[in-house]
């Protein structure tokens, strides 16, 4: 089991930046990829970016590329998401996420933290 837990959420105005923290517990060594997906209220839920754990590769949606931007760190077994120029429509619940070695599903969840931002 992996366990995640997310940080690092509030309210901002628009043009602001936010940096959300995911770290990652338990059985860390299964993972190959973790991600970010935010849900709007009303709004399916979406891609936000990705990171491979061994190399770092990343992928970022387009509607945040240029803007946000992840990252991770190893020896802390945490993931970022930084965030810079933000806009209303970013608002939403973020979540992290983790895919399993193996796998194509994101198997764990962490429980989210809400990303508002004001005009």
């Known amino acids: 089991q992996v366990q995640l837990v997310e940080s690092g959420g509030g309210l901002v105005q628009a043009g602001g930046s936010l940096r959300l923290s995911c770290a990652a517990s338990g059985r860390t060594f299964s993972i190959s990829t973790m991600a970010w997906f935010r849900q709007a209220p009303g709004k399916e839920r979406e891609f936000v970016a990705r990171?491979?754990?061994?190399?770092?590769?990343?992928s970022h949606a387009d509607s945040v590329k240029g803007r946000f931007t992840i990252s991770r760190d190893v020896a802390k077994n945490t993931v970022y998401l930084q965030m810079n120029s933000l806009k209303p429509e970013d608002t939403a619940a973020y979540y992290c996420a983790a895919q399993q070695i193996g796998s194509p599903l994101y198997s764990y969840w962490g429980q989210g933290t809400q990303v508002t931002v004001s005009s």
């Open positions: 990171i491979t754990w061994s190399s770092g590769t990343t």
